[in-house]
């Protein structure tokens, strides 16, 4: 944690997830009933913790450059709230939304800046996710800018922290070190049959949560209220607000250490898949970017992610159909969806830490027929 304070100069509240903080920071600045605009490209559970808070979630125009909210089509007055995405570490227009409520989902966005000026310091709060560049496997830090809002928020976060165990903690350490040990060795493949067939990969509708309408229909009318939400919110993680003892935070903390150290290497990758011709056009705005992941736009992307896994490269992080497309009762729709569909059907977020080891098979892809 002290890393992300010292980047941001903010106040730091430590959580057991990112998904946890969004939600706090949702609750503690935006009034139940409020507009909140957001991506429709996001993580699965983002739209949950929304609708958990009260909120009611405006899906925004995607920008086929970055994927992120394309701020030339979106009416501000209309909304009461931003939440930005900064999809795979690709910076949201952040000084675009002064004036409104701002919560940064930083998760992909820890070492990003934007005009010099580090992602998670434009808004009210800034969110960090510990399992994304540190590859933790678990945690969450929210940066506020006023301590007394991080007593607040303290406060509210110790109310929904559940109990913890040693053995949860130890398998929320030993599965990522795992998981970085069979990249390293390039035995990708049998580490996803072996997660499959543990069960530590969860049956999804497509790339997304099955809705259960009926069922949420019957939990957001005990919203606001983060519980009624939790067979939704917690996917894929289902510790992502149980209480963390001190080898997970010894973990966390390693694996935070190391994140600087390793800029190199990731700014390296992104720089050698920023050559190709399929990468999103916002790749090459500035190539010292250490992004999370780098945003390829190709023609047949599900073949495309089959070969890379047998090239010993995991892709995840596809977020697919749009928020607007995967749950149109419980949101109010995009006007203009399609470049949104587009990117979802198209995206291929690459690793930049195994950039080399994935070359030969996106050397090989082509850019989309069409267009958005």
Same mark, same amino acid.
């Given at each position: 944690?002290?890393?992300?304070?010292? $980047?941001?100069?903010? #106040?730091?509240?430590?959580?057991?997830?990112?998904?946890?903080?969004?939600?706090?920071?949702?609750? #503690?600045?935006?009034?139940?009933?409020?507009?909140?605009?957001?991506?429709?490209?996001?993580?699965?559970?983002?739209?949950?913790?929304? !609708?958990? @808070?009260?909120?009611?979630?405006?899906?925004?125009?995607?920008?086929?450059?970055? =994927?992120?909210?394309?701020?030339?089509?979106?009416? %501000?007055?209309?909304?009461? @709230?931003?939440?930005?995405?900064?999809?795979?570490?690709?910076?949201?227009?952040?000084?675009?939304?002064?004036?409104?409520?701002?919560?940064?989902?930083?998760?992909?966005?820890?070492?990003?800046?934007?005009? =010099?000026?580090?992602?998670?310091?434009?808004?009210?709060?800034?969110?960090? /996710?510990?399992?994304?560049?540190?590859?933790?496997?678990?945690?969450?830090?929210?940066?506020?800018?006023?301590? /007394?809002?991080?007593?607040?928020?303290?406060?509210?976060?110790?109310?929904?922290?559940?109990?913890?165990?040693? %053995?949860?903690?130890?398998?929320?350490?030993?599965?990522?070190?795992? &998981?970085?040990?069979?990249?390293?060795?390039?035995?990708?493949?049998?580490? !996803?049959? %072996? /997660?499959?067939?543990?069960?530590?990969?969860?049956?999804?509708?497509?790339?997304?949560?099955?809705?259960?309408? &009926?069922?949420?229909?019957?939990?957001?009318? +005990?919203?606001?209220?983060?519980?009624?939400?939790?067979?939704?919110?917690?996917?894929?993680? *289902?510790?992502?607000?149980?209480?963390?003892?001190?080898?997970?935070?010894?973990?966390?903390? +390693?694996?935070?250490?190391?994140?600087?150290?390793?800029?190199?290497?990731?700014?390296? =990758?992104? $720089?050698?898949?920023?050559?190709?011709?399929?990468? @999103?056009?916002?790749?090459?705005?500035?190539?010292?970017?250490?992004?999370?992941?780098?945003?390829?736009?190709?023609?047949?992307?599900?073949?495309?992610?089959?070969?890379?896994? +047998? *090239?010993?490269?995991?892709?995840?992080?596809?977020?697919?159909?749009?928020?607007?497309?995967? @749950?149109?009762?419980?949101?109010?729709?995009?006007? *203009?969806?399609?470049?949104?569909?587009?990117?979802?059907? #198209?995206?291929?977020?690459?690793?930049?830490?195994?950039?080399?080891?994935?070359?030969?098979?996106? *050397?090989?892809?082509?850019?989309?027929?069409?267009?958005?």
């Amino acid at each position: 944690m002290k890393y992300i304070a010292e $980047r941001t100069g903010r #106040h730091c509240l430590s959580l057991p997830s990112n998904r946890l903080g969004l939600y706090l920071a949702l609750r #503690h600045w935006c009034l139940p009933g409020q507009r909140l605009l957001m991506s429709p490209i996001s993580a699965d559970e983002i739209l949950f913790l929304v !609708l958990a @808070a009260g909120l009611r979630p405006v899906i925004a125009p995607l920008s086929p450059r970055d =994927g992120n909210i394309d701020v030339s089509r979106v009416d %501000l007055d209309a909304v009461d @709230a931003v939440l930005t995405t900064n999809l795979y570490g690709l910076p949201d227009d952040a000084p675009a939304f002064a004036g409104k409520i701002l919560i940064e989902d930083v998760a992909h966005a820890l070492e990003s800046d934007l005009g =010099g000026r580090p992602l998670g310091t434009f808004g009210q709060a800034g969110v960090f /996710s510990l399992s994304k560049h540190p590859g933790a496997g678990s945690g969450g830090v929210l940066a506020v800018e006023r301590e /007394s809002d991080l007593r607040a928020l303290a406060y509210a976060r110790d109310a929904l922290l559940t109990r913890g165990s040693m %053995l949860a903690d130890l398998w929320s350490v030993v599965t990522p070190m795992a &998981r970085r040990t069979a990249l390293g060795l390039n035995r990708v493949r049998p580490a !996803l049959v %072996l /997660s499959r067939l543990l069960g530590l990969q969860e049956e999804r509708q497509g790339f997304r949560i099955a809705l259960r309408e &009926r069922e949420l229909r019957r939990a957001l009318k +005990r919203v606001p209220a983060l519980p009624p939400l939790d067979p939704w919110v917690r996917a894929d993680l *289902h510790d992502y607000r149980a209480r963390r003892g001190p080898v997970v935070r010894w973990y966390q903390a +390693r694996r935070l250490a190391e994140v600087p150290r390793e800029r190199a290497r990731r700014v390296a =990758g992104v $720089r050698l898949l920023a050559g190709l011709p399929t990468v @999103a056009p916002a790749v090459r705005d500035d190539l010292d970017r250490p992004l999370f992941r780098v945003p390829l736009l190709v023609r047949d992307r599900d073949a495309a992610v089959a070969e890379l896994e +047998r *090239h010993g490269v995991s892709t995840g992080y596809l977020y697919d159909p749009p928020y607007d497309d995967y @749950a149109p009762a419980f949101t109010e729709r995009s006007p *203009h969806p399609g470049p949104a569909r587009w990117w979802a059907r #198209h995206v291929l977020p690459v690793d930049p830490m195994y950039a080399e080891r994935s070359l030969p098979v996106l *050397h090989r892809l082509e850019r989309p027929a069409d267009s958005p």
